[in-house]
């Protein structure tokens, strides 16, 4: 097993951030993964555990392990009339995965096309997109606990998947490595075109028929069209969470700041898009030093090149701000500051 020392990386990470790590593995399969795990001279140091790097901000070398994860390998497991189960190793693309059901006409994760990253690293924040999350197709999942090289697997239940969250961004951060997922699909696909304009936008294609292929080409095209490309300029997605207000605070919002933007949750909860606020403070499409809010997607942050991830988080703290000392809301980060 290659161990590399003192790496960039400027090219593991979305945003594209010059920091070194002190050691650096790419782990191809579980035993490699035990094996390092189990080295003394690594044992008491800290662990990064990488997917594709799109949801991470790094903003300072990292004086320890830098766990790779590559793990490949996507096949069917089980199936019956009405369902199939689809396993697929941490280290693949995600977007690869939705290819592979999108090709075999199995439904449940067309919306969530072209999302960056790794499988593996999908279950961290329950990924979502116009709407459909993880959780709702999720089976279960198989990793390793750092600290002892246990195996174990973790059904939905045990998950504790919410609105980008769940058990392994919280209890389990930086201790499990999740080495493969198995989500359940349906072999006759319920489309959901509910979530903003993907009817509007399927409907100008003026396809003869419409399954998971088609809405997968769309939901691709709507995000090419909005969020930047993180092979041409650095970001990693969304910065901050959606805030939830209760729906008092936001009668009160409504009263005071004119085409705010609101959707109820049923829960006495609003969520309202932390976009429409940093655009209404004035970020949107501007330009701090060598970072900036996105011209087309205010959520997004970018780094115009050579930023450093203190930039970047310096920038996120100036809009946290702003947007506490104008709505009452404190906005929370979706990305992985390390
Ligand atoms: P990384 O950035 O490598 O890691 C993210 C976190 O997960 C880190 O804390 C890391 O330690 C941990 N982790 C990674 N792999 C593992 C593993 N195998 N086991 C345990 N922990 C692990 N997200 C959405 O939900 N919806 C979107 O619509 C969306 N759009 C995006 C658009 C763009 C342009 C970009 C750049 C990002 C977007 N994201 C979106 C965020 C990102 O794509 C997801 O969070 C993705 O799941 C991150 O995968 P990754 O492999 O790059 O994770
Ligand atoms: N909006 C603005 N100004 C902006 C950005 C958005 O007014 O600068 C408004 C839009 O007009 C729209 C609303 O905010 O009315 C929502 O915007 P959009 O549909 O673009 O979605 P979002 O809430 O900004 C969320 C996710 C995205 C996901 C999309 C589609 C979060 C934090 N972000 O963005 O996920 O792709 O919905 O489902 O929930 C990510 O997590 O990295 C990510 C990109």
Redesign the pocket.
């Known amino acids: 097993m290659k161990i590399n020392k003192n790496i960039s990386l400027k090219s593991y990470?979305?945003f594209g951030i010059d920091v070194k790590a002190k050691f650096f593995s790419e782990i191809y399969d579980e035993s490699q993964l035990k094996e390092i795990l189990s080295f003394e001279e690594y044992k008491l140091l800290p662990k990064?555990?990488?997917?594709?790097?799109?949801?991470?901000l790094l903003t300072k070398d990292f004086d320890g392990l830098v766990l790779k994860?590559s793990i490949p390998g996507i096949e069917v497991i089980n199936e019956n009339d009405k369902t199939v189960i689809v396993s697929a190793g941490?280290g693949e693309i995600?977007h690869k995965l939705v290819l592979f059901c999108v090709a075999k006409n199995y439904g449940g994760i067309e919306n969530l096309s072209l999302?960056?990253?790794?499988v593996?690293?999908?279950p961290?924040?329950n990924?979502?997109?116009y709407g459909q999350e993880l959780k709702d197709v999720f089976d279960n999942l198989s990793?390793i606990y750092i600290e002892n090289g246990e195996s174990a697997v973790f059904q939905k239940d045990d998950c504790n998947f919410a609105y980008?969250d769940s058990i392994?961004?919280n209890k389990l951060?930086?201790k499990?490595?999740?080495?493969g997922v198995s989500v359940r699909l349906r072999k006759n696909p319920i489309l959901n075109l509910d979530y903003g304009n993907v009817k509007y936008e399927i409907g100008k294609l003026g396809y003869d028929r419409i399954g998971v292929k088609e809405v997968s080409e769309v939901i691709s095209k709507i995000?090419q069209s909005r969020?930047?490309?993180?092979a041409v300029i650095g970001?990693?997605?969304?910065f901050f969470k959606n805030p939830e207000v209760s729906e008092e605070k936001f009668n009160q919002l409504k009263k005071n700041f004119n085409g705010i933007i609101g959707f109820k949750l049923g829960n006495g909860k609003v969520k309202v898009p932390a976009g429409w606020l940093i655009e209404s403070c004035g970020w949107k499409g501007k330009k701090v030093g060598n970072t900036g809010s996105h011209a087309k997607q205010s959520l997004?942050l970018i780094n115009y090149g050579n930023a450093t991830g203190e930039e970047v988080l310096n920038l996120a703290k100036e809009i946290k701000k702003s947007v506490l000392n104008k709505f009452g809301i404190e906005l929370k980060e979706e990305v992985?500051i390390i």
């Open positions: 990470n979305t990064l555990i990488l997917g594709g790097g799109s949801n991470v994860i941490a995600w999302i960056p990253g790794t593996g690293a999908a961290m924040q990924i979502g997109a990793g980008r392994f961004k951060k930086d499990f490595i999740i080495t995000r969020l930047p490309d993180p970001n990693a997605g969304s997004v992985n």
